[in-house]
């Protein structure tokens, strides 16, 4: 509960992965990565529920171990095309009881610990706000990237003013980390997006906290990292 609004954990983790092969339940530091991810929710202090929404039954007998919910998902919500809201639709719909708030939390961000996670709830509680997404400093500023064309000429790439500046004198910009939405359920559902039109607002996260596991190099990150702190 936060306040006096409950609040459900939906993790979604589907069996395909083209990158890095079953990057799900892949070993990271002798634990299944999604198991990070299920620890964290667990722990925090303002998650009611927690379900793992699958099309496998490895990661859904993985997850019934930790003593979470768990929800088989169908295949046409686990392909190349279906959209993060309507996994997450699909889990609120399936659940007999009714939740006020719901956050999102994605296998692939392993890092992310329930003091995140909390900090998240106290910045939506403290801003009365109906979302929170996490974000992270950009490494490589915007202004110093653009679109290839085909002849891989960089005429034009660049706009001059930016050319000689150094990285330090520009612009901080943030971007999407991957690792913590929360929304009202009812603004979820009528918006079909957890970036609603108002009332939302940035947690920033570190970026060590913020590495998002997509492929190989991804997991080798994560496992340095991880080797640090201990």
Known sequence: ?????????VIPARSGSKRLKDKNILKL???????WSIDAALKSKYIDSIIVSSDSNKILN?????????????????????????TMKH??????????????LQATSPLRTQKHIDKAFELLKKHDADAIISVTEMSHSPFWANRLPKNGSLVGFLDKKFI???????PVFHCLNGAIYIC??????E???FFIKDNIFAYEMDKKSSVDIDDKVDFKIAEILLDEEN
Do not use: C, W
């Not at 000689?164 to 520009?170: E, V």
């Open 1 to 9: 509960m936060i306040g006096k609004k409950s609040v459900l954990a």
């Open 29 to 35: 530091k002798g634990k299944p990565m999604i198991s």
């Open 62 to 86: 993985i997850s019934d171990r930790y003593g979470v919910h768990t929800i088989k998902r169908p295949d046409y919500l686990a392909n190349d095309t279906s959209t993060t809201f309507s």
């Open 91 to 104: 889990a609120i719909e399936n659940i007999k009881e009714s939740y006020d708030f719901v956050i999102l």
């Open 164 to 170: 000689n500046m150094r990285s330090q004198d520009l």
């Open 184 to 189: 009202s359920i009812d603004r979820l559902l």
């Open 191 to 193: 918006e079909k997006t």
